[in-house]
């Protein structure tokens, strides 16, 4: 029989989550930053949408990895497409917001070039045999993991890239345009709203930095390492004598 009351509600729930591997999760999640990036700027109502949906895509960013832990779906491939998620979404949010002049055009182009470095150098590291987790990972220093891989690290990072999306997108509906939810507001108030918006921008920016040396430097260090035993095995054996 296939009827409700047969099946146990554990067995239902588990038939339920199967559907939900951590890669779709991350499609999810980058789907719903893009949409959210589309709202913007349409109206108040829909650029508080938008900051919803924000939440919703950050959120989904640790339900993807809670079920890889879970489930014991961590894979090398899963965990590049994650940081393909990450980057595609810091990437989409702060161009927007660079091209309407709310922060610095320097802002998505820095995120640009760290994320390409730093994903050069993993991809250099992933094809040599080494890994993001357990067994030879490239992060080989406890301040590299703890920087980079640990979990106040991370969540500190998504906290303050939603945080700072989110008040950028408040600001968007309430002080700005001809249909600003807050209608005029004072010049001072104008500054301190501002303020807040660069000083949240550039200092997520500055963690992102101190997150990514870690990995340029023992990722330079791997790649300097593998340069020069290559050098060494091309050197005839009479001649390294």
Known sequence: MHGSGCTPP????????????????????????FVAVGLFGRGP?????????????????????????????????????????????????????????????????????????????RGLALRAGHSGWGANPLLQTWWGRTLVASRWSRGLYAAMKCLCFCYLGLELALTR?????????????QLTIRTGALTLSWATAAFCLVRGLPIVWEGWRHVAGSLASRRGAKIPAGEAG
């Open 10 to 33: 554990g067995r239902r729930w588990a038939g339920i989550t199967m559907h939900w591997s951590p890669n779709r999760v991350t499609f999810v999640r980058v789907m719903a930053g």
């Open 45 to 121: 109502w829909m650029n508080l949408t938008a900051v919803a949906l924000t939440v919703a895509a950050v959120a989904l960013d640790a339900l993807d990895g809670h079920i890889a832990r879970r489930r014991n779906l961590a894979t090398p491939v899963g965990a590049q497409i994650d940081i393909l998620g990450d980057r595609l979404i810091e990437n989409v949010y702060f161009t927007y917001f660079a091209v309407v002049g709310m922060v610095s055009l320097w802002l998505p182009v820095f995120f640009f070039a760290r994320g390409a470095a730093t994903d050069f150098l």
């Open 177 to 189: 345009g001809p249909v600003a939810l807050l209608g005029d507001l004072s010049e001072n108030a």
